[in-house]
């Protein structure tokens, strides 16, 4: 897992024993021109030394803040801001990997199995949903299927299709229900040392959502007890959801990690996009976190890992 300190054989076989580096000296006391190929060669070796991949922790483990601004659901033209604690935890392994609320495993040069979970804070004292019970939080969580379309031989840069699935549950944290599925394929493409920026990751994501009937319902349902002149009972089928851009930059420095990210949701062309509670065909929402990295792991890696 841990590559050797040196980028290149070639610079071992470059770098001659000691006595022919004093006879090399001597000799250049007498004659005053290098050799071309020679010099080409030694600005490869300092070439491939600097280009060698910057080197992490196996792991790392912190805490820090985060806030952001959310709609109260997709489709609402209410938002609101909340400030969280941020969990940091990363395993940068050769087949394992976590980080950002994922864990993943490699299956091929190509193909990754990941495994993540996200989720939408509880929704309450909204406009359109006025005598209707409010919203509870959802947590997300499923797998995904990533297959990396392009990848060039630096490792720098990746662009994968991704076919996530996941669950969702919504829970007043004191009971929990099921509350229907998402499919949401999507491509993305990470840039690391985004606009020669070193250090700095981009993430760039563009999605389709796809929902089944329980969780349209759950969101934009309005059932005939809730009826006002202006919200009529609507009954949503499963089908398309929309879809959303979005884009995260993030940066690791020594001893803290920053990252923020925009996201773009439209609901045109849904299933449940004449619901009574659509009051916004598109959202903005976006977000700011800083955590400090406590812990970590001796036992270096290389960045791409």
């Given amino acids: 897992m841990q590559r050797d300190s040196n980028p290149s054989g070639l610079c071992l076989g470059l770098a001659p024993p000691l006595r022919t580096i004093r006879l090399a000296k001597s000799r250049r006391t007498r004659r005053k021109t290098v050799n071309p190929s020679r010099k080409g060669l030694v600005f490869l070796c300092l070439a491939a030394s600097l280009a060698?991949?910057?080197?992490?922790?196996?792991?790392?483990?912190?805490?820090?803040?985060g806030a952001t601004t959310l709609p109260h659901y997709r489709g609402s033209d209410q938002s609101r801001t909340w400030v969280l604690p941020v969990p940091y935890l990363v395993y940068r392994g050769e087949s394992l990997k976590l980080d950002d609320r994922r864990f993943r495993g490699v299956l091929g040069d190509k193909v990754e199995l990941e495994?993540?979970?996200?989720?939408?804070?509880?929704?309450?004292?909204?406009?359109?949903?006025?005598?209707?019970?409010d919203l509870d939080a959802t947590l997300e969580l499923g797998p995904s299927l990533?297959?990396?379309?392009?990848?060039?031989?630096?490792?720098?840069?990746?662009?994968?299709?991704?076919?996530?699935?996941?669950?969702?549950?919504?829970s007043d944290f004191s009971h929990v229900k099921q509350a229907g599925w998402i499919f949401q394929p999507n491509l993305s493409l990470d840039i690391k040392n985004a606009l020669g920026n070193r250090g700095w990751n981009l993430g760039l994501q563009s999605s389709l959502i796809y929902t089944d009937r329980r969780y349209n319902r759950y969101f934009y349902a309005v059932d005939p007890v809730f009826r006002m002149a202006d919200r009529p009972p609507f009954s949503p089928s499963g089908g398309y959801g929309g879809l959303n851009l979005l884009a995260a930059l993030s940066k690791r420095f020594p001893d803290f990690w920053v990252g923020a990210f925009a996201k773009w949701d439209s609901v045109g062309g849904a299933v449940f996009a004449d619901s009574p509670l659509i009051k916004a065909r598109s959202n903005l929402s976006g977000g700011f976190a800083i955590a400090w990295i406590l812990g970590a792991s001796t036992f270096k890696v290389d960045a791409e890992n």
């Fill in 115 to 133: 495994f993540s979970l996200s989720g939408s804070p509880p929704a309450k004292d909204n406009n359109a949903r006025r005598g209707m019970p």
């Fill in 146 to 170: 990533n297959i990396a379309l392009f990848r060039p031989e630096n490792g720098m840069d990746k662009l994968e299709l991704r076919l996530p699935v996941r669950t969702v549950f919504s």
């Fill in 52 to 65: 060698r991949a910057d080197q992490f922790p196996l792991w790392e483990a912190g805490v820090g803040i």
